[in-house]
């Protein structure tokens, strides 16, 4: 059974970088995509973006210009980079599967809740 | 960016009741439409993908349908562990949208 677990700070400075990585067990990292997905407090679900295993990315216009999402396979671990972030980037951070490219979400992490406050 | 459109928000049913949820989307995406349920601190959990393809492990009471820009989720017999928020997801265009979501509520 495929397993994704996120893990990270859970307190950012505001104009700081987030940070997360999410670890797959359970199932190789290649020929699969890898997407972040984050839902504010009370709000709706957005997605962040995705990177496939050999590197290729593609990521919601509206947080490109702060997002990186990169990929490790030898640790079978992807991670989240979000720069200059405010308290508009508080929310539950999810890492999930896709099995390709304008495909489903088959797994899901637990997710983790980041806080963005001085 | 396609806006999805679920209703009702909320819905209040009973162990044993057929509900179902209707999703909208803003322009037609095909059957590139997939449905999740989400409980509180867990993760979330794929039911029906490509409108209509029940996710391997889920019961077959969970249905899904519709295609182009009108998609119904219908529960056919109510399950004291369905009680979670439900939502709708297109991935036709990027970037990937969801719907507000639906709380079923045990009535």
């Known amino acids: 059974q495929v397993q994704l677990q996120e893990s990270g700070p859970r307190l950012v400075k505001p104009s700081e970088t987030l940070s997360l990585t999410c670890t797959v067990s359970g199932g190789s990292i290649s020929d699969y995509y890898w997407n972040w997905i984050r839902q504010p407090p009370g709000k709706g679900l957005e997605w962040i973006g995705y990177i496939y295993y050999n590197g290729n990315t593609n990521y919601n216009p509206s947080l490109k210009s702060r997002v990186t999402i990169s990929v490790d396979t030898s640790r079978n671990q992807f991670s989240l980079n979000l720069n200059s972030v405010t308290a508009a980037d508080t929310a539950i951070y999810y890492c999930a599967r896709s099995p390709g490219d304008k495909r489903h979400f088959d797994y899901w992490g637990q997710g983790t809740l980041v806080t963005v406050s001085s | 960016d396609i806006q999805m459109t679920q209703s009702p928000s909320s819905l209040s049913a009973s162990v044993g009741d057929r509900v179902t949820i209707t999703c909208r989307a803003s322009q037609d995406i095909s059957n590139y439409l997939a449905w999740f349920q989400q409980k509180p601190g867990k993760a979330p959990k794929s039911l029906i993908y490509?409108?209509?393809s029940l996710q391997g492990g889920v019961p077959s009471r969970f249905r899904g349908s519709g295609s182009g820009t009108d998609f119904t989720l219908t529960i056919s017999s109510l399950q004291p562990e369905d009680f979670a928020t439900y939502y709708c997801q297109q991935y036709n265009s990027y970037p990937y949208t969801f719907g507000q979501g639906t709380k079923l509520e045990i009535k």
């Open positions: 490509a409108a209509s």
